[in-house]
């Protein structure tokens, strides 16, 4: 929400500075996010006069300029615009001037060969418009020497707040000036709006349907209005707060949208074919809107129509055939109520958004939509002339009475502070609010514009906002005897060392779309039709995700086509495999493409060669180590998901019935559904399958633990079945003696000459730590025929000879 100084005073009558008024706004829970203040930002900008501007001797494009900047000798200045010359004014820039549109500090510089000590600047320069192609050109009266933004006029800040769904009535400058008067910052100008008497009965009556759409409806008819363009008062307020002006009759309902809050829409009533009718749209219909768009609309959409169909949008936008133009004699201006919900349906449905949707679907101020009219009314005849009709009106145009029993304790109950019941009235009086009574219950009417009170906790938060939060006491929390709980829970420290882990070995964090295309999620597991969004936001994210790697190789692709090939990213989210809370599981994913492997992206002089299967794998064990899952325990298993390409994948797994996750290089039929060039490694593992580590009540180990005594390594080769696989001879290895045994490792394995054919060799290094006393030669030999003996009996294999 934007609005000026200027604008902001027509409903506040403050001396108040700049900074006190948008520090109290943020405190009253208006946030200020910007303060655009011209005459601060522009000030040492100043109007100058061109002396002479002679052709540059080493370049052709550009002029030397002599300049009177009114402050003493002329200035030279080496300029480039093509329109810079002799006799014309222009605004200047002495050195050590910051430039806003170029974001950079001016100082004294030589342009071939030419000193220039100063600039002539452009309106882009100045950042007050797009036009870059010349120096900004003054008018002869422009005085030399004059503050520029003070000639300008552009002494008057534009501040932009942050407004919460639930501030509706701060969709009016006038509800913004409202909260101010009632925290001390001056006093909000109320003045009537006197009812305007009309001149003859409307020749146009309007039919209401459908009551819970359009609760609300007031027409008024002026004859004989003069459009043009609006006055320069009128632009200036529109022009600062990013809206374009169009003409006075359009301006003057843009202009009340952010004033009041009260959206209006104008119809050309020569271009209305008889009465109007506030129906449902018929399915098929369409609509030729302002914004020069054709909406196709169904039954579930209000709409505005007459004789020869829809008109308008209902609160969302007007239709461009019944338009104002300058040629509009006749005006229709319609003030009405809107279905917020539907309100904002529709515009969710057609992909429209506009200020009216903004304020509507938000809730307007209901017992303001005639006199509303009233004032639209005064603004045509005062600047287009015209006379008007009577008003019609049709349903209801006030909202239903709340009143709220709300004992005086509730306050220091709720928020901890005493506020006394004097001060309680003036604030909520100074808020719309009525008080009646004198405690210790009093009882508190609610004004119309404030649909978001609703209890007694509501009245609370208006007074403590106003008041102060500063005055909330801070109050620490009872924790009595017992320890004090860990903040994060399990997935929440598991996902950040999951996220720690993978930056570390050089993979780049991405946040993609929760949602993909339906085809994408059924080769990913997905596509159920409880996972399919009622409204999605594009056609190719339909569903909710069953991965993370769709998004990642999407986003690796995207990198690829702009000149990034070699990518490594990953991410850690939300996946979905079902409805039920169960079935929502945090995952960690990694994709790899080119030469982002894990030693290093790109190209390198000592050699370099595509991601892997095995790189995948790697950061796969990665993350479950930072995770906490017990790496000893785990299995990896050949073929992965179906995703990945069934040679080169494998599955991480504890036991067949928990598996963790899968790697490997990503399979040529998901590449091409996906979109993408291969080849890519990714990985994904669920971080909710670890089991917890189990809670042991002995005493904690030292975090270093070192060995006083020399470790000893021996090597096995053993015979087995060609099928067998390296993990069950590693565990069954580190089974032997768990106490003695630090490390089992594969070295060699070897399929060949004088092995038979269906058989291979597998070697290990097995590494004893011994940490009481040194090893003697026949315990070392006691735990080496320990390895052989649990290898024989868990594979079947053979010590080679």
């Not at 080496?78 to 001016?106: D, E, H």
Request: some cysteine; aromatic content about 4%; charged content about 25%.
């Amino acid at each position: 929400m934007k609005f000026t100084l200027s604008w902001l005073k027509d409903h506040l009558d403050t001396d108040e500075p700049l900074e006190k008024l948008a520090g109290k706004l943020t405190m009253i829970g208006l946030e200020v996010e910007h303060i655009d203040d011209k005459a601060k930002a522009l000030s040492a900008f100043t109007i100058a006069k061109v002396i002479s501007a002679e052709q540059h001797p080493n370049a052709d494009r550009l002029r030397v300029c002599m300049v009177d900047t009114g402050s003493g000798a002329p200035v030279q200045v080496v300029c480039g615009a093509p329109n810079a010359r002799a006799g014309m004014k222009s605004v200047f820039s002495p050195p050590g001037t910051f430039i806003p549109g170029k974001n950079i500090t001016l100082g004294v510089g030589t342009i071939r060969g030419v000193e220039s000590r100063g600039m002539l600047c452009s309106a882009a320069e100045l950042e007050l418009s797009n036009d870059h192609d010349g120096i900004i050109d003054l008018p002869e009266d422009a005085p030399v020497g004059v503050q520029y933004t003070e000639w300008a006029k552009l002494g008057d800040p534009v501040i932009e707040i942050n407004l919460t769904p639930n501030r509706a009535d701060c969709t009016a400058i006038h509800g913004i000036a409202r909260d101010l008067s009632a925290a001390d910052m001056g006093t909000l100008k109320e003045p009537a709006i006197k009812p305007i008497k009309g001149e003859f009965p409307s020749p146009v009556k309007v039919t209401v349907d459908d009551t819970t759409l359009c609760p609300g409806f007031a027409l008024r008819l002026i004859r004989g209005v003069k459009n043009g363009p609006s006055p320069e008062w009128l632009q200036k307020r529109l022009t600062a707060i990013g809206l374009r002006p169009i003409n006075t009759l359009v301006d003057i309902t843009n202009y009340m949208a952010y004033d009041r809050g009260r959206p209006l829409h104008v119809f050309d009533a020569a271009k209305v074919k008889g009465d109007l009718v506030v129906r449902r749209a018929k399915p098929g219909e369409s609509l030729l809107a302002l914004d020069g768009k054709t909406y196709t609309l169904d039954d579930s959409m209000c709409v505005i129509a007459d004789a020869s169909g829809v008109l308008s949008l209902a609160g969302i936008m007007g239709g461009e055939p019944s338009g104002c133009s300058e040629t509009t004699t006749d005006v229709l201006i319609e003030s009405a109520l809107w279905n917020d919900i539907n309100i904002a349906h529709t515009g969710r449905k057609l992909g429209v958004n506009s200020d009216a949707r903004y304020r509507f679907e938000r809730g307007v101020d209901p017992a303001f939509m005639v006199p509303g009219l009233e004032l639209a009314t005064k603004l045509v005849m005062d600047l287009c002339g015209g006379t008007p009709s009577e008003t019609v009106v049709v349903g209801q145009s006030f909202g239903d009475d709340r009143i709220i029993d709300f004992p005086l304790d509730e306050v220091k109950r709720l928020a901890g502070i005493e506020v006394s019941l004097v001060e309680m009235r003036r604030i909520l009086g100074h808020l719309g609010f009525t008080v009646a009574g004198s405690g210790p219950v009093v009882k508190i009417a609610v004004p119309s514009w404030r649909a978001d009170v609703l209890g007694k906790a509501d009245i609370v938060e208006e007074i403590v906002r106003i008041v102060g939060v500063d005055r909330v006491p801070l109050v620490p929390f009872e924790r009595g005897e017992t320890p004090r709980k860990p903040i994060l829970t399990q997935i929440q420290l598991r996902t950040r060392r999951a996220k720690r882990a993978l930056a570390a070995r050089g993979l780049v964090e991405a946040v993609t779309w929760s949602f993909v295309a339906r085809p994408q999620a059924e080769l990913f597991g997905g596509g159920q039709s409880e996972l399919a969004l009622a409204n999605p936001i594009a056609s190719d994210l339909s569903d909710m995700r069953p991965s993370l790697v769709p998004g990642l190789v999407a986003a690796s692709q995207r990198n690829a086509d702009r000149g990034f090939a070699d990518a490594a990213l990953f991410e850690v989210g939300q996946i979905f495999k079902g409805d039920q809370p169960e079935d929502q599981l945090m995952a960690a994913s990694g994709v790899r493409r080119g030469l982002a492997t894990s030693a290093g992206l790109g190209r390198h002089w000592s050699g370099s060669a595509a991601a892997t299967a095995l790189d995948a794998k790697a950061d796969a064990m990665a993350v479950l180590a930072a995770a906490g899952a017990p790496i000893q325990a785990l299995q990896v298993v050949a073929g992965g998901a179906p995703w990945l390409h069934p040679g080169r994948s494998g599955t991480i797994q504890m036991g067949p019935q928990n598996i963790l996750g899968s790697f490997g290089e990503l399979h040529p039929r998901a590449l091409e559904a996906l979109g993408a060039e291969g080849p890519i490694v990714a990985f994904e593992v669920i971080l909710d399958r670890i089991p917890d580590a189990k809670a042991r009540p002995t005493r904690a180990k030292p975090l270093l633990e070192l060995s006083p005594f020399q470790p000893v390594s021996r090597d096995f080769a053993f015979i087995v079945d060609r099928s067998a696989k390296a993990g069950d001879i590693v565990r069954a290895a580190q089974a032997a003696d768990r106490k003695l045994i630090t490390g089992v490792t594969v070295f060699d394995v070897y399929e060949g000459k004088g092995i038979e054919p269906d058989k291979k060799s597998i070697a290990i290094a097995v590494t004893l730590q011994p940490r009481e006393k040194t090893l003697t030669d026949q315990e070392i030999d006691a735990v080496a025929a320990k390895v052989v003996a649990e290898v024989t009996k868990k594979t079947g294999g053979s010590l080679r000879g």
